[in-house]
């Protein structure tokens, strides 16, 4: 007895089978990124219930499409039994698909149990029709309906499980590929099965009257159709659903760690660092045991920021974080207060020397010099330490007296640290006095200047003076800008204080002139922060052609240390400078780093040795002798004029001589004198020649 195959049902079939695919596709897509132990039983229950049904459907659509000439029905029973076996199937499959790791071995196991399953359902499902005498089925088309489903078992196992990894990209479209393969597999293992199954003449079937078939046929498409659309719906929302609350969750973590962690660095903040002192006070009260704080900031930072831009400062201040991590011990914390200021918190100390070595420890670090893209920088800190309980028993005592030990360590040299002493605080009073005293200091006419004369080494004739500043406040008394100057250079109002001494300088000098004095030449220090003016030399010649000053009359110092912080810029400047007519003088040398390649590129008038090597002739014997007679020698070569500060000996005075110094300055020939004082000076010397 041959049948005959209803067209649209086979479709409806196929179109079944490649949903019931999707579905699974899509639900082990979602299992595989669910965490939570609960919602996945649910997904993974409810997954293997529609796609078995789904499953399920297919074949007993396909099995509705095959009509025979005689009335058929299906036995309730069996059919639920068929049905039971595939959402049994389908559990089976879901497991296996999101497992962590599929192994051939398990893959093949896998496949033959799935398809035997697939096959179980779709032979259970030819029972249900009861069918006297007994269908009969071919061999080899059996074998084959059975090695059809363990093939597409295996491959939609493969492929589900390689799609429900997260990564993916396209993932809808390759979904959507996939699952029409594998329903034409499905499709395909069913009519094989099928045509397996011969009835023989005569045949009826057992259960004709249970179940009508077109009805039936017609309940299970919709009621499959419905199940697995429903199922798609619910992943997708859920999935969507668990993507947002995912990224509120992530945003709120992002807004916790932005409020505790800086960002630039990504260690504590300020608000943290605060929390973990207290906390520390709160152990070391109880435990008896002691800590230090550690704080710093980097030496000249300003200058970087300004001269070198913003990226660079940032990139410099990551380098400097990542150096104390890697300074401190595994219990230690380390934090960015904001700006260049960041705090080492050192637990169980055993002694204040702990906190000292690790403080040699951080600027040995920093000594190797940190590389920022292109430049290499010479980069250091300043660092003062604070020690729980002898030197407060609070958060804010502890951190401004740490505070006050770093401006000390400043003061003291710079790339140095300081222990906080109760004689610091009067000092921090003192530098909160000088700040007010610099605000009004402009206006209130309190700076002067003094000339110090310089004289030539061999004639001892008056060569020239450099113009020095002094603050005299009606409050605090005179200041010598040893104690200003770092202040106004870190609140930026040396810039103004700058063009003031120039302009006062060149003042002077007019006068002298208007007096027919005898012209010299006069030295103005420039500072740090000046040097990164980006109009500075034209801002300058604007003052002294107002003054009516000849450029060529006056001669720039720049201290050796600053010039070298960043050599190419300071070539540039130099030839600025040079091409308006000034002249320029590299001061304090032998402080600094000085490479010989720049020094020579500066091309400088002069080289002022720093008073410590004057005072070395005296002090340290041949080797003194031997280094100021070095120098002089290397900026002769270098055709430079070498001026010696902080002549204070007759010795001194000699020994320079002999050196042919071209040039001295100090307190045996003569100290800074009033602008009168230089001016009668002058006036004396056109007197005597
Ligand atoms: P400097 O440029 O090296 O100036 C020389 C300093 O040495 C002056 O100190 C001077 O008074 C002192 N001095 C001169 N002869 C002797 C001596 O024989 N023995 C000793 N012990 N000291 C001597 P002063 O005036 O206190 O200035 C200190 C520093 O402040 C200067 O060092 C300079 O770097 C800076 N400075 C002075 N005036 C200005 C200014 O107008 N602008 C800027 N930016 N810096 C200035
Ligand atoms: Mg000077
Ligand atoms: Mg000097």
Redesign the pocket.
């Known amino acids: 007895m041959h049948g005959t195959y209803n067209f649209w049902l086979v479709a409806a079939s196929l179109v079944v089978a490649t949903l019931a695919s999707y579905t699974a596709l899509d639900i082990s897509g979602r299992l595989a990124s669910l965490t939570q132990s609960r919602t996945r039983h649910v997904w993974l229950a409810g997954g293997a219930a529609s796609m078995g049904i789904g499953i399920w459907s297919m074949h007993f659509i396909g099995v509705l499409a095959f009509e025979l000439p005689i009335p058929l029905g299906y036995d309730l029973k069996i059919t639920a039994g068929s049905l039971g076996i595939a959402v049994l199937v389908s559990f089976f499959a879901l497991l296996v698909i999101t497992s962590r790791r599929l192994t051939a071995k398990r893959l093949v196991a896998s496949s033959v149990l799935m398809g035997a399953g697939i096959a179980a359902m779709h032979y259970t499902g030819d029972a249900a029709m009861r069918m006297l005498p007994a269908i009969e089925y071919d061999p080899r088309l059996f074998a084959a309906s059975i090695a059809i489903a363990v093939v597409a078992s295996g491959a939609a196992l493969w492929i589900a499980h390689t799609l429900s990894d997260a990564n993916q990209t396209n993932v809808l479209a390759k979904r959507a590929g996939s699952a029409l393969v594998m329903g034409i597999a499905i499709t395909g293992m069913h009519y094989t099965g099928n045509a397996a199954a011969e009835f023989l003449p005569g045949s009826i079937c057992g259960a004709a009257n249970d179940v009508d078939a077109h009805w039936l046929a017609t309940t299970i498409v919709l009621f499959t159709l419905a199940i697995l659309i429903i199922t798609l719906v619910l992943s997708r929302f859920d999935a969507r659903t668990a993507l947002l609350a995912g990224s509120v969750s992530r945003l709120n973590g992002q807004i916790v760690r932005m409020a505790t962690f800086d960002t630039l660095t990504d260690l504590p903040n300020r608000r943290t660092m605060n929390e973990r002192i207290d906390r520390a006070i709160r152990n070391a009260r109880r435990d008896g045991s002691r800590f230090a704080i550690l704080f710093m900031d980097l030496d000249g930072f300003k200058t970087i920021n300004d001269s070198l831009g913003h990226t660079v400062g940032d990139e410099v201040l990551k380098a400097f974080s990542r150096c104390l991590q890697d300074c401190v011990r595994g219990g230690d914390t380390v934090a960015r207060l904001g700006g260049d200021e960041f705090v080492v918190m050192l637990e169980n100390l055993h002694a204040p020397t702990d906190a000292e070595k690790m403080a040699e420890r951080i600027l040995d670090a920093m000594k190797k010099g940190l590389v920022v893209g292109n430049h290499p920088l010479q980069v250091m800190a300043s660092i003062g330490i604070a020690l729980y309980p002898q030197d407060g028993d609070s958060v804010e005592s502890l951190l401004k007296h740490a505070d006050v030990a770093m401006y000390e360590a400043k003061r003291g040299g710079r790339s140095t640290y300081r222990f906080f002493e109760a004689s610091m605080n009067e000092a921090a009073v003192r530098t909160l006095q000088i700040q007010q005293a610099l605000h009004e200091a402009l206006n209130g006419g309190h700076f002067y200047l003094l000339f110090q004369p310089k004289f030539r080494g061999t004639s001892g004739e008056l060569a020239g003076a450099?113009a020095l500043i002094r603050l005299d406040h009606p409050e605090i008394g005179t200041l010598t800008p040893l104690e200003f100057i770092p202040i106004a250079e870190r609140s930026g109002q040396i810039v103004q204080i700058g063009y003031w001494v120039v302009r006062e300088a060149c003042r002077h000098m007019a006068q002298w002139r208007a007096e027919g004095r005898e012209q010299v030449k006069v030295a103005i220090?420039l500072s740090p922060r000046q040097m990164h003016e980006a109009d500075l030399v034209a801002n300058i010649m604007t003052i002294v052609r107002d003054e009516g000053v000849q450029s060529e009359q006056i001669m720039f110092?720049i201290?050796e240390s600053v010039a070298m912080q960043d050599a190419p810029r300071t070539i540039e400047m130099i030839r600025a400078f040079q091409e308006s007519g000034f002249e320029i003088a590299i001061?304090?040398f032998g402080t600094g780093y000085s490479s010989l390649a720049y020094l020579q590129r500066f091309r400088a008038k002069q080289l002022?040795i720093?008073?410590f090597f004057t005072n070395g002739l005296d002090e340290n014997g041949q080797e003194g002798r031997a280094i100021v007679s070095a120098i002089i020698a290397l900026a002769h070569s270098l055709d430079m004029d070498v001026v010696a500060?902080?002549v204070e000996t007759g010795s001194q005075l000699d020994r320079l001589q002999d050196m042919m110094c071209d040039e001295m300055q100090g307190f045996l020939l003569a100290m800074p004198l009033s602008a009168n004082e230089f001016g009668t000076m002058l006036q004396t010397r056109e007197v005597s020649v």
């Open positions: 450099e220090n110092e201290t001061d304090d002022k720093d008073r500060e902080g």
